[in-house]
């Protein structure tokens, strides 16, 4: 709060003006707040897929593989299908138990959503235990 001094007398005559210099100092330190966080906001996390360092699950005895090759062509076991008859190969291979895991194992150069896509064929086909299969990292250097 400002106030002018006169030589007249005792009274004190108040200034009207806005003091902005608590108003520019928030709005400084909002922007520099804002430049800090935001590259962290920011999610850019490389994702390699095909390798894990988990431990192995124990096998079934009879399992279900279903293979994306690199060509896009579709396997379920060792015949080749396509994505159209892949609910009836599975049905073929698991005696139709649809409760049984089925394994997916995809090529590391296939495009996500083509995985995606097979995965939608076997959740629509009612083959809802679906395991993806990696290989296993070597560890050590």
């Known amino acids: 709060m400002a106030a002018q001094l ?20 928030v709005i400084l330190v909002l922007l520099i707040i ?3 966080a935001a ?9 390699d897929l095909p390798s894990s360092t988990s431990e192995p699950q124990p096998r079934p005895d009879k399992p279900v593989f279903v293979s994306l090759k690199a060509d896009h062509s579709l396997a379920v076991g060792d015949d080749t299908v396509t994505l159209d008859t892949v ?8 005696g139709n138990n ?18 995606m896509e097979l995965m939608n064929a076997l959740r629509n086909a009612g083959y809802l235990k679906v395991g993806l299969v990696t290989l296993q990292a070597k560890e050590g250097p």
Do not use: K, W
Request: aromatic content about 6%; charged content about 25%.
């Open 34 to 36: 804002f430049m800090v």
């Open 87 to 94: 609910a009836a190969a599975l049905d073929a291979a698991s």
């Open 6 to 25: 006169s030589q007249a007398g005792d009274e004190l005559v108040e200034s009207h003006e806005i003091n902005v210099t608590p108003f520019i100092d």
């Open 39 to 47: 590259p962290l906001a920011t999610v850019d996390v490389p994702v």
């Open 98 to 115: 649809r409760d049984q895991r089925v394994f997916v194992r995809a090529d590391r150069g296939i495009n996500y959503g083509d995985v």
